[in-house]
């Protein structure tokens, strides 16, 4: 579970924890601070010249980048901390990391990175951090026994000052900070609650219109309507389209694509938040495991043997790897033991006797056995029978794992 806070251009103080929406309020500017701003261009310098040693001679190895620019860098910038050129050398090498990741998986053309925004991250015992439970100050040292440091103050909102508290009395951990010459941010570590041990099982099948969710332990079955995100994603992809339709000015056509992007993002991840906290509350409140289907690799499944066009679209509007992803993590924010089963078979399978049909014909499945019921709820209550003998470790179909490391056992009560 982490948390992290940061001043950004003197607007405010943000915090990020269990996936929730950040909080802000004013803080001190960095971006006029004209020490850090000079120690960030000297950083920057070293950084490029980290990511142009890494590509031109193959070593990524922060280690080995290290070694080779070290000297050099002490040459260049005497008056530097040396713990300031090693971090700005490890974010260089991280650069170079992200990049050729990127270029792999063809999200980018471009032969270099571009550095837009230098950062560090500050060794967590090169700062002094002093709390009073009003005011945080941060002490940064410019140089070794630097007689004026650079000192920050804080005065976070009183929501955010529990976490701070619980920092200062020992129950959270203190992460690396990172630095840029616009903002702070320091992250907390929390320990992850220990999940309960389950009394039932929530299937949840996804579709691309809706969400079935059926209960193993009461045979309860709810329909979600989650069709408003695929009306979301197909409407700001109307206005992407319209927008950029006659400009041929490049920059202008990705500004514009770029803006619609992010707000169908914001829009979709807002709804799959409030219905992943809905569906946590739920399993709570009844003391069960949430079962999802594991759903890696789907696209290259599904999209198999079809054109590239026919293979995004759809998946693209549909989004559930995102909702997948939300109430995964906010489990195991609030201690919810949640599964993930194979897909395999899960909407042909019978959830009373396990029989597979070759082929399914229409949304209602009947089985010889006489089970008779629609394809998403036979599909739900596969996956919670696959989640209840996950738990038991029992069936053929118990080939699951848990959404979320459980280390140890499960708690009792």
Excluded at 15 to 29: F, W
Excluded at 277 to 283: K, V
Aim: glycine share 8%; charged share 25%; proline share 7%.
């Amino acid at each position: 579970m982490d948390a992290s806070f940061s001043s950004r251009d003197g607007q405010g103080y943000h915090h990020n924890g269990g996936g929730d929406d950040a909080d802000s309020l004013p803080a001190v500017p960095i971006r006029g601070h004209p020490e850090i701003r000079a120690r960030m261009e000297a950083c920057a310098d070293i950084q490029r010249q980290a990511v142009d040693h890494a590509l031109e001679n193959g070593k990524t190895a922060a280690f080995t980048l290290i070694k080779a620019l070290y000297p050099s860098l002490r040459a260049q910038h005497p008056d530097l901390h040396a713990v300031w050129a090693r971090s700005a050398v490890r974010a260089g090498a991280a650069v170079v990391h992200s990049f050729r990741n990127r270029r792999r998986k063809g999200k980018t053309q471009l032969q270099k990175p571009e550095i837009r925004r230098p950062f560090v991250c500050v060794r967590r015992d090169l700062l002094r951090i002093e709390w009073d439970s009003e005011t945080l100050t941060i002490t940064i040292p410019v140089s070794p026994w630097d007689p004026d440091p650079i000192v920050l103050t804080f005065r976070p909102h009183h929501k955010h000052r529990r976490l701070l508290d619980e920092w200062k009395a020992g129950r959270a951990r203190m992460g690396e900070p990172t630095l840029t010459a616009r903002s702070l941010s320091i992250p907390l570590k929390f320990p992850d609650p220990i999940p309960y041990k389950p009394e039932g099982v929530i299937g949840i099948d996804s579709n691309e219109g809706s969400l079935t969710a059926f209960v193993a332990s009461t045979g309860e079955i709810r329909e979600i309507d989650t069709s408003h995100v695929g009306k979301v994603n197909r409407d700001h992809l109307r206005r992407e389209i319209k927008g950029t339709r006659g400009k041929r000015n490049p920059k202008a056509k990705k500004k514009i694509a770029s803006k619609h992007r992010r707000i169908r993002r914001e829009k979709t991840e807002n709804f799959w938040h409030h219905l992943a906290l809905a569906l946590i509350a739920w399993a709570i409140g009844m003391k069960s495991a949430l079962a999802l289907e594991d759903l890696k690799g789907m696209k290259e499944r599904i999209g198999k043997g079809k054109s590239r066009r026919m293979r995004q679209r759809p998946l693209n509007f549909w989004s559930i790897m995102t909702f997948h992803r939300i109430p995964v993590h906010k489990a195991r924010f609030y201690g919810v033991p949640s599964i993930l089963v194979n897909p395999q078979n899960t909407s042909r399978a019978c959830p009373a006797c396990g029989r597979v049909v070759d082929r399914l014909r229409g949304p209602v499945r009947a089985c010889p056995c006489g089970v008779r019921m629609g394809r998403h709820v036979a599909a739900a209550a596969s996956i919670a029978r696959g989640g209840v003998e996950f738990l038991e470790g029992s069936g053929l179909r118990s080939r699951g794992r848990w959404a979320t490391l459980v280390a140890g056992p499960l708690a009792s009560g």
